[in-house]
């Protein structure tokens, strides 16, 4: 076939029924294969494709091709169709192969699945791939193996769609508080304070580059740290020698001249010395810079980029606490740091989290806003992403669709803490948890499940939990025993959400924050908001990748985020 005599896409306008991409002269795959119709309806349309050539096969000895051609806009693949006489077929079937092409959609013969193919008139571009060499291993990949291939592994059909999902919940997300008039708020990703006072910070320091840095110069000027104190001494040595000549010139009334030369040569070694002492303080600068103890015994901050200790947040509350306390209701979304040495499936050392924050608003209305969000979250899955949740369902976990209809349309349970414990107290006469069960404790994961899976088989709302295992910024109740806290427990995940009431009262939120051994001074600016115009306020976090193992039952957090970092991996 002659791309000469067919239709082009220059010659003939696009149909309105099929619906271009934007920014871009080509039609997203999606909109042809995603149609009721399958696109059987648009055949006879002349369109651009572009995508990776999933898998590709010769045919007719050679005569023509069909390549299974995916542009990540849905998981379906368009077949395409390409004969011999319009390009090289060796070049287009290697899988991963990127196509970009013009081409007539036809009907495809009677009795075959698809619906619609696509036949090439013109190939537009061709990234070729070298399949000897191709990184990815061929056949079924798990999920493990493709961690080392965290660039190429959104190519995969799982993968990607994980992308897609991810995508629709962050959309979903905005959408949600959005339309419940809330505002978005960016908070910092360096800061000076510990939200969850828990240590668990990356810290943010240039000392090391710097000392780094400065040690390369030191060593192309060859300096001995050693030699160069011993010079020191022995240059302060001469400038009190010739200090004595001086003064013996002096008192002994020699000549003008002969006191003059006597002086010249004193301020000569004064300056010797203090030169030598400016290239010991380089040196000294280089101790600091490494974060070496100071003289003290303490590392000088002051030398530091932010002149003062800074760490990568492990949570944005604090800060959109300010913005609750003058615009009411507000929320922030964006990545948290985490420097605890887990290597379970459900923590990473960097995720992003989702952090509303209510101003006049209790703990119920606490609870109330997360479950109406999750549900939220669960409904819209299946409302813009079925196809997706189907290759879910299909692949990974055949209940992750009942799962989501089932959230969507049920309430959530809520307990105390108290009464939490009382049925595993309960439980464990019969089942042996490897955790101890009595008051006080933190709730450990085989817990969490056990409540979620096997006694309430639904998410769980926990509230009222002990003050000891919790943060200070948690409104104490009037027991003084327990705080107002909450976390959302769901099926095969555990805790996907935590939040609380917070304390509004200056005064107990100030020996709270003393109570845990935690400095004050960082927080001053966070007593502040109680000092000035207090008011009662509650707001939570929700972890965005426990959520995707939740709607996609997905086993590992680590294939649910991009680019997982994790004790010992930061890739890419
Ligand atoms: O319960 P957490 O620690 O709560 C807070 O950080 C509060 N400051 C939130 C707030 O009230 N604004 O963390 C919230 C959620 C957890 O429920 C969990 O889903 C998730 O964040 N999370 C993690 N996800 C992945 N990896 C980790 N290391 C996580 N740590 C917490
Ligand atoms: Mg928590």
Known sequence: MSSDLAPTLDGLSLAGTVEKAEFSQRVLIRSIVNRPDGGEGLAGQVIRVGGWVKTGREQGKGAFAFLELNDGSCPANLQVMVDSEVYKLSDLVPRGTCIHVEGELKLPPEGTK??????????????????????????????????????????????????????????????????????????????????????????????????????????????????????????????????????????????????????????????????????????????????????????????????RQAFLTVSGQLQVETYACALSSVYTFGPTFR??????????????????????????????CAEAYVKFLCQWLLDHCFDDMELMAKNVDGTAIDRLKAVASSDFHRISYTDAVAILEKASEVKKFDNKVEWGIDLASEHERYLTDEVFKKPVIVYNYPKEIKAFYMKVNEDQKTVAAMDVLVPRIGELVGGSQREENYEVLKSRILELGLPLEPYEWYLDLRRYGTVPHSGFGLGFERMLLFATGIENIRDVIPFPRYPGRADL
């Open 114 to 307: 698809q619906k619609i193919e696509l036949r090439v008139l013109k190939v537009l571009h061709v990234g070729t791939v070298d399949a000897a060499k191709y990184p990815l291993p061929k056949g079924k990949i798990s999920l493990e193996v493709l961690r080392d291939f965290s660039h190429l592994r959104s190519r995969t059909n799982l993968i990607s769609a994980v992308a897609r999902i991810r995508n629709a919940l962050a959309y979903a997300t905005h959408t949600f508080f959005q339309k419940h008039g809330f505002l978005y708020i960016h908070t910092p990703i360096i800061t000076t304070s510990d939200c969850e006072g828990a240590g668990e910070m990356f810290q943010v320091t240039t000392l090391f580059s710097e000392a780094e840095k400065l040690v390369k110069e030191m060593k192309q000027s060859a300096v001995d740290p050693a030699a160069l104190e011993a010079e020191i001494k022995d240059a302060e040595l001469i400038v009190k020698e010739k200090g004595t000549a001086v003064a013996e010139l002096k008192s002994a009334k020699a000549s003008k001249d002969a006191i003059k030369a006597a002086v010249d040569v004193l301020k000569k070694s004064q300056e010797d010395v203090k030169k030598l002492q400016e290239k010991f303080k380089l040196l000294e600068r280089v101790r600091l810079s490494a974060g070496l103890p100071t003289r003290d015994g303490r590392i000088d901050y002051s030398e530091d980029f932010f002149a």
């Open 339 to 368: 420097a605890e040495n887990s290597h379970t499936s459900r923590h990473l050392a960097e995720f992003w989290m989702v952090e509303p924050e209510i101003a006049f608003a209790d703990l119920q209305d606490d609870m109330n």
